[in-house]
């Protein structure tokens, strides 16, 4: 199931554009990272997250969304519920190809909640 998980984060991962993806618990925890190198902007995008996951989850939902983007900073940031306890964040270059990261996101949630379910 990890492994399966974790193929799935590196498919994601190669997309060019692409800076990081992360699996986190609805809590806002981090529980699986993909990126190559340390860079100070993503991990203030990560502290960023973990304090609003749960809040833009529940706005998610009021509003009946499947998935919603946030430009912090120089990034574009996909967030999209992946199961009933985790949410898949994609993180990419604001030039990177919207409507691929966005379908190959949509993708990778549906096959986690394939493992977790």
């Known amino acids: 199931m990890i492994t399966d998980i974790e193929d ?3 498919r994601l991962y190669e997309i060019e554009g692409v800076e990081a993806c992360i699996l986190y618990r609805i809590d806002g925890v981090p529980i ?3 990126a190559t190198e340390y860079k100070e902007h993503l991990l203030e995008t990560m502290f960023w997250l973990e304090k609003q996951i749960k809040h833009v989850l529940g706005e ?10 946030f430009f ?3 990034n574009r940031i996909l967030i999209t519920p992946s199961s009933r306890s985790t949410v898949l964040v994609t993180i990419t270059k604001a030039e990177a190809h919207q409507q691929l990261t966005s ?3 949509i993708r990778a949630s549906k096959i986690i909640e394939e493992c977790i379910s």
């Open 103 to 105: 379908m190959e996101t």
């Open 32 to 34: 699986i990272l993909k």
């Open 72 to 74: 912090f900073r120089k």
């Open 8 to 10: 799935t984060l590196d």
């Open 60 to 69: 998610m939902n009021k509003e009946g969304l499947k998935e919603t983007i």
